[in-house]
């Protein structure tokens, strides 16, 4: 710690708890939420003002707002609050099942539900439902003796890797975006999960996505190759990166259908990155219609009247996330070594999208 604030404050932090004595000689008066995060090197500013709004940030003994200018002398005592364990809980939320045996099941996931819980969407997610599906029971971070036969999906893999992904995820075995719709694979028992991962890992399964993009990509076949990684002026974005700051990362693509000013593509995924299809599609400057974070909610190609703007808008409204759809998907069974093929239809909002654009701009 090089602040002079932190230098010169007599300071003691025990835990989660940090007691400071202002130095009397202290002038600036800077606000308590941005004086105290010096003193906690791993918490973020939000962190400590969430603590000071429920009461755990104390001035000579008194509750202080966030907003409270520090004065010399002040004696502050502020523990942080910390998020409740993550776990994931049985939720009756009804589920798609295309395919369900005693090893695996595939499920159609709706857009706009997130397929684990996580920091920021700690209920109502695909493992949500599942563990109702399969009458597991709760599943707890410490949960380490917690067996597949016992819980009803697998276990592999399941419980948080590091403190900073705290993600609680049995039975998934690869994941889909939150506002990405279609078919996922799920594991039921540990044998069943390693060995479908292996396939994923191999590149030998089988997926391919729907998606209405922006433009008509040219050629109107081919592959999209380009490293992926996080966006170096965005850290909430991927991007395609340098080789050496990145993942390789493969897309095959062709179109389908074209409209006056957009086109249906198919994608085929030969590398599973975050976000793979939308930051390819973008990079080559045809982002997915709709897609909020890369650029798909304005009109990017044709006519920029303002009917035709309206005209969008309506479409934006009836679906407000990217045109992205997990339509078929491929892989060997892992316990008979049977070809297993499912494919889903579009969603009734993306159905929508394409209708009116074949029957206004086809």
Known sequence: MS??????AEFTRQGDTLTVRVPADYADE???DKYLTRFFPNASRTKVQR?????QALVNGEDVKKSYPVQGGDAIVCRLVQPPPMEAVPQPIPLDI??????????????????????????????????????GQTVAHEDED????????????????????PSIRPGIVHRLDKDTSGLLVVAKTDVAHRRLAAQFKAHTTHRRYLAIVWGHPEPPSGTMEGAIGRDPHNRK????????KGKRAVTHYEVVEWHAHTALVQFQLETGRTHQIRVHASDVHHPLLGDPTYGGQTVRYGPQGGTRRRFFE??????????????????????TDEAMQFTAALPDDMQHVLDRLRAVEG
């Not at 602040?3 to 010169?8: A, F, G, R, S, Y």
């Not at 709706?110 to 109502?124: E, I, S, W």
């Open 98 to 135: 295309v395919y369900e045996d005693d090893a695996l099941l595939v499920v159609n996931k709706p857009a706009d539900m997130v397929v684990h819980p996580a920091h920021g969407h700690r209920k109502g997610t695909l493992v949500n439902a599942l563990l109702h599906h399969v009458e």
């Open 237 to 244: 974005r991927m991007a395609v990166v340098p080789d050496a």
């Open 314 to 335: 309506h479409l934006f409204e009836r679906m407000p996330r990217q045109a992205l759809h997990a339509a078929e998907l491929g892989f060997t069974h892992p316990m």
């Open 51 to 55: 603590s000071i709004r429920k009461g």
């Open 30 to 32: 800077e606000r308590i």
């Open 146 to 165: 917690l067996d597949a036969d016992a819980l009803g999906l697998s276990m592999v893999n399941a419980l948080p890797e590091r403190p900073d992904n």
């Open 3 to 8: 602040h002079p604030d932190v230098e010169q």
